[in-house]
Each structure stands twice: as structure tokens, then as C-alpha cells.
């Protein structure tokens, strides 16, 4: 376990050295244009925040989509560029949780029920980091994505909901996030159990060895059938047998014997 922790550490600290010798040198910085935008979210409360105390409704909306869409944009170029890093995935997943979590809990002050939602998120947060830190590489699944998806737009409506009338579009909200949010649990701690199953297939495949000793059989079979082909004196003499024709020349079978060996 502690050994798991220092391979992970050390490879963080690899990557953020190699990403901020990207942002240093001209040329490169392009590399890292889907981390600033997965960096971005992290700064959305300093703005949405506010925007909603002064009462500015129009402006809390387009901010809330517009930080939303940096987590459907930096995934995209970095696919579509081939930027992809381990980095990135992970600072994805960090950054989501601050965006939401912080979201959350601010609109939690009006709702409280939020607070319960905030709390199954910590939970998928732990799943994830404990199994980083036990040298897995948890991946997102589609229901993860649905899940990132749900939960910005009931932030954002836990938001809004002391500015417009809509309590029922939370509530409905927040029982789908809900729902989601258990499912992504359920599905993450799952997934464990796979992983051992995938660890233990070399394990299985290595123990059947009698597939190879099979086919060792079957050569020495062929070799043997080989060696005991009959040779043509052999032939013509089950010939004459079975035809009952004993007085065939052996002049004429040697003949044929020395032919039959030129070619």
C-alpha cells in the first residue's frame, strides 16, 4: 500500500513537471490547452457566486453553461488532438468535484437538502481516490458522465431557486441525481471485483498445460505414423495377396522399386 502511494505521487510529480515545461516553452503550450479549461472550473464559484447575490439571474445562467461546457470541451480537443495524459484525467475528476461541490454547498444555505447530495458525491470521491492510491486506475463510465452532468445542472438550479419559481425542477433534480449518484456507487464498487477476476486470468491460463503436451503428443503420433509407412516391396506384396497374383516377376518389382526411388 505505501509502496502503491509513492509510485503514485512520483508519477504526479513527473506530469506536473512535464506540463508546466509545456506552458514554459513556445511551441508546446498548445499541449496543455485542455488542462487550462479543466483548471477553469475551479475559478466558477469566484464568478457565479456573486453574480447571484447581486442578482444578476441571466448572467449566473450563462456562467453556470458556460464553466459546464469546459468539462465536455477539454475532453473533446484533448481526443480529437491527442493530448490525452493521466494528468488531465485525474485533474478532470478533481476539478468537477470543486465546480459541484462548492456549488452545492453554497445553494445548500436555501436548500439543505443538497446537503445530502454533496455527501454521496464525497463518497464517490473516496471510492476513486482509494483506489489510486492502491495503484488501480479508475476510469469513468458513462453513468459517471451522466452523473457529472445531472449534478452541475442541480447545482446550478439550487442556485437560482430563491431568484425563479423552480422547486419542482429541483426537486425532480434532486431525486434524479440521486438515483444516478447510487448508481455510479454501486457501479464503481463493482468494478473491483472485475479487476480481480482480470488479475487472476494470467493466472488461469498459465495453469492448463496440457494443451501444449497435446500437441506434443499428436507430433510424436504423426512422427511415428510417418516411420511406419509401408515401403513399396511392402505394397506390392499386400497386393499380390490381396489379388492372389504370387507369381508377379521380382525383376519387375525391383524395377519398379528403382523407379519409384528416382522420383
Known amino acids: 500500500m505505501y509502496e502503491d502511494k509513492k509510485k503514485v505521487f512520483a508519477e504526479y510529480k513527473k506530469e506536473i513537471s512535464e506540463a508546466l ?15 487550462v479549461l479543466t483548471l477553469l472550473r475551479m475559478t466558477a464559484p469566484f464568478f457565479i457566486i456573486p453574480s447571484i447575490l447581486v442578482g444578476n439571474v441571466a448572467l449566473s445562467i450563462g456562467l453556470i453553461a458556460g464553466f459546464s ?20 484525467k485525474d485533474l478532470d475528476a478533481i476539478c468537477d468535484k470543486i465546480f459541484a461541490g462548492t456549488l452545492l454547498l453554497s445553494a445548500s444555505i436555501s436548500n439543505p ?14 471510492i476513486n481516490a482509494k483506489k489510486k492510491l492502491q495503484g488501480e486506475n479508475p476510469k469513468s463510465t ?39 449518484q447510487l448508481l455510479t456507487i454501486a ?10 477476476t482480470e488479475e487472476l486470468k494470467p493466472i488461469l491460463k498459465e495453469e492448463p498445460s ?26 506390392i506384396e499386400m497386393r499380390d495377396f490381396l489379388t492372389g497374383n504370387k507369381k508377379v516377376k521380382v525383376e519387375k518389382n525391383k524395377q519398379l522399386t528403382k523407379r519409384y526411388r528416382n522420383e
Open 187 to 196: 457501479s464503481y464498487s463493482k468494478k473491483k471485483k472485475g479487476k480481480d
Open 21 to 35: 515545461n509545456d506552458l514554459k516553452t513556445r511551441g508546446r503550450r498548445h499541449r496543455q490547452i485542455p488542462n
Open 113 to 126: 437538502l443538497l446537503l445530502f447530495n454533496l455527501g454521496l458525491e464525497g463518497i464517490i470521491s473516496a
Open 210 to 235: 496440457t494443451t501444449i503436451d497435446h500437441e506434443e503428443e499428436k507430433e510424436k503420433e504423426k512422427v511415428l505414423t510417418i516411420n511406419k509407412e509401408p515401403t513399396l516391396e511392402e505394397l
Open 69 to 88: 461546457l469546459t468539462d465536455a470541451a477539454d475532453g473533446f480537443i484533448a481526443r480529437k488532438f491527442n493530448l490525452t495524459s493521466d494528468l488531465g
Open 142 to 180: 458513462m453513468m459517471g458522465k451522466i452523473k457529472t452532468w445531472s449534478l452541475f445542472t442541480l447545482a446550478g438550479a439550487g442556485l437560482l431557486t430563491p431568484c425563479l419559481p423552480i422547486t419542482n425542477v429541483l426537486n425532480t433534480l434532486m431525486v434524479t441525481t440521486t438515483g444516478l
